[in-house]
């Protein structure tokens, strides 16, 4: 019997096939390609399942299970058929929910695997023993250019951030008339006839008091950056990081010195910094310290099927990586509470929504 998942679910199903069937992963470049001279062997992965933790322990022709209630023994090549079933039907369909190929229904039930995502509450989708058993876990994420990904910052209101509209005073009719406006760019459209009309908008705060300790853990200006490069983004239309920060460095809202930011590089370390943070654990409504989170990791499947090794331990790469292929995006105005003129203490403020994920390619 067939059942439904969408392909974000058969990605993270797929990688890990993948992985048990190769036994190993080769690191990515900053430009999504395989590093042939980095390839890590695979010893041991960890996942949780309905039942527990289960250990897959790889050997040289099979695939060992371990858990609270199973102890068996697969070959290695039987998850590589099944991973190569999974991969042809993500790339079949046009679809978002995506039917499952024949036998694998069988095959899940064989190996006993019942929840193709992991249910874990640190955010991992399964941890790595690179090398040897006994080598210490790394948790990793799964990303997917074959499904919708997870946002690297998906903050909601949380990460709202709040501009004061100065210049001349508009009249309620006036306010009502800017926030009326509605089309598929509507929250440009707002900003712009806020200019039109002899108005401008000033960065004032960060919505959340977490969110805004958080970036400022960054750096104590990074939350005027991270404002001004939103309000580019709208104005612009530029998304991609590594184009909006160039952008700012022509603008150079933080008025840096000109060898800070040539020679040092100053906004494109600080954007790097901000991205591997978020890659690595950061949540906007959880207060940050520094401290590792569990996560130390991605692994990348890109469009042809190949799985790239991200992490912490390489951490320019995974930097770069981060900082060429993440984008900001534009959530709901209505879900989320921004693009609108909203009064509070006399003074009328305009919220925008800070977004970011990976590029699909």
Partial sequence: MSFNATKREWSELYTFFRLLSNGAVY??????KKREDMLYPIALIQREEHDGTRKYFIEKDDVRIVGEKIDS????????KAADAVLAAMKGSFEDIVLSPDGIEEFLNEVAIFDLEARTDDRTDFYVAFYHVDAPLIGFNVRSRLSAMNPLLD?????????????????TPTVEN???????????ERMLMIDQLGGALKYTDVVDRVFRSNLLMIDLHFPRMIAEMLR????????????????????????????LLAKHGFYEYKMKQFLLTLALGMRPAKIFTGEDSAVSGLMFLEGGGEVLCYQ????????????????????????DKYGFLERENGLYYFKLN????????
């Fill in 27 to 32: 690191a990515g470049s900053p430009q999504v």
């Fill in 73 to 80: 023994i697969f070959p290695r090549k039987a998850f590589g």
């Fill in 155 to 171: 903050g909601g209101r949380t990460a709202n951030l709040k501009f004061e509209q100065i210049g001349v005073k508009f009249a």
């Fill in 178 to 188: 800017i926030n009326a406006l509605q089309s598929s760019n509507e929250v440009l």
């Fill in 232 to 259: 580019i983004m709208h104005l612009e239309g530029i998304l991609k990081v590594a184009e909006l920060t160039e952008r700012i460095k022509e603008i150079n809202p933080l008025k840096i010195k000109e060898e």
């Fill in 312 to 335: 912490k331990a390489d951490k320019k790469v995974f930097e770069d990586f981060l900082y060429l292929n993440s984008r900001f995006e534009k959530g709901s105005t209505n879900k």
């Fill in 354 to 361: 800070l977004k970011i994920g990976l590029t699909k390619r």
